[in-house]
């Protein structure tokens, strides 16, 4: 960040803190040590300097705030997080259901955000029964139930009126499912083929609360990652997370997320369409099957 965004969050943070104490801004500032002046004078609109680091210091001591989150580099606010631990933290949970309890914190704590991701495979939200039981087949008799009441609780939460959700994946990956190519290769076309109307429908209910971009993967890849708002970005990588809180980490993640839209071959209002037509085409294939 340049020195201006600098203060432009410390500023709002710090407005923030004194709303939240309660005090009116003498009282604040006796508190914290500080002339009524200069508190004016660093919540002026008009002011693009920083207060001296004993002063910020103050503050973040008598609020039991980190002084990182005042000055922005960081978006967890508790004492002891600074900026000398950047390193991403590894959510590694003993149980999927652990896991997806994060998520599900995660995302509340997101509400009124965007969030952003890249699926490993389709948009859990957008996925079927049949693809959910193939998936997890192999992890227990309990394991897909709980998954399609993860699904069930995702598609609850983007049906709200304040979602705002994006997903970014390859064109060729979804074209790889339908045909079942890969990892698909043993889905039966009949579940393929209800999982393409599936998604059909839930795109035409959902637009524009949620949007799915589809890039090129011969010119654009990525891991699976999230990106909660401006809170918090999570990058996938089997059975654990990498964890970002640092501002530079999210904002690194959130301009790789902002490339791969640029790079979208497919926007949101045509994936119906061309979901449509890989259902097409596999209802033709099935019918020159059937003639044989």
């Not at 500023?11 to 009116?24: A, K, N, Y």
């Not at 983007?158 to 190519?181: I, K, V, W, Y």
């Not at 076309?189 to 209910?205: F, G, N, P």
Request: net charge negative; with cysteine.
């Amino acid at each position: 960040m340049d020195r201006r965004q600098t203060v432009e969050i410390f500023r709002e943070r710090l407005t923030e803190v004194i709303d939240r104490s309660g005090l009116s801004r003498s009282a604040f500032a006796r508190k914290a040590g500080l002339d009524r002046s200069t508190l004016s004078q660093l919540l002026s609109d008009g002011n693009d300097r920083l207060p001296r680091a004993e002063t910020i210091a103050s503050i973040a001591e008598h609020e039991q705030v980190s002084t990182d989150w005042l000055l922005g580099l960081i978006q967890e606010e508790k004492v002891g997080t600074n900026i000398l631990s950047e390193a991403p933290e590894i959510a590694q949970g003993t149980s999927s259901t652990f896991a997806d309890e994060r998520l599900a914190r995660w995302r509340a704590e997101a509400v009124g955000y965007k969030i952003r991701y890249v699926p490993s495979t389709l948009p859990d939200l957008l996925k079927g029964e049949e693809v959910i039981r193939f998936e997890y087949r192999q992890q227990g008799s309990e394991m897909p139930a709980f998954r399609m009441e993860q699904a069930e609780a995702r598609l609850a939460y983007s049906r709200r009126p304040e979602t705002d959700l994006e997903a970014c994946s390859s064109l060729q990956s979804l074209e790889m499912f339908a045909r079942g190519q890969g990892i698909w290769s043993t889905l039966p076309l009949s579940d393929r083929k209800l999982q393409l109307s599936w998604m059909i429908a839930l795109l035409d209910e959902l637009y524009p609360t949620f949007r799915w971009f589809l890039f090129d993967g011969l010119k654009h890849y990525s891991a699976p990652v999230t990106i909660f708002g401006p809170t918090r970005a999570a990058a996938y990588i089997g059975n654990m997370y990498f964890v970002f809180n640092s501002t530079e980490h999210i904002r690194a993640l959130t301009q790789h997320f902002d490339n791969l839209i640029r790079g979208a071959v497919v926007q949101p209002p045509d994936v119906s369409k061309l979901l449509a037509g890989l259902l097409s085409e596999l209802e033709s294939r099935e019918e020159k099957g059937a003639k044989r």
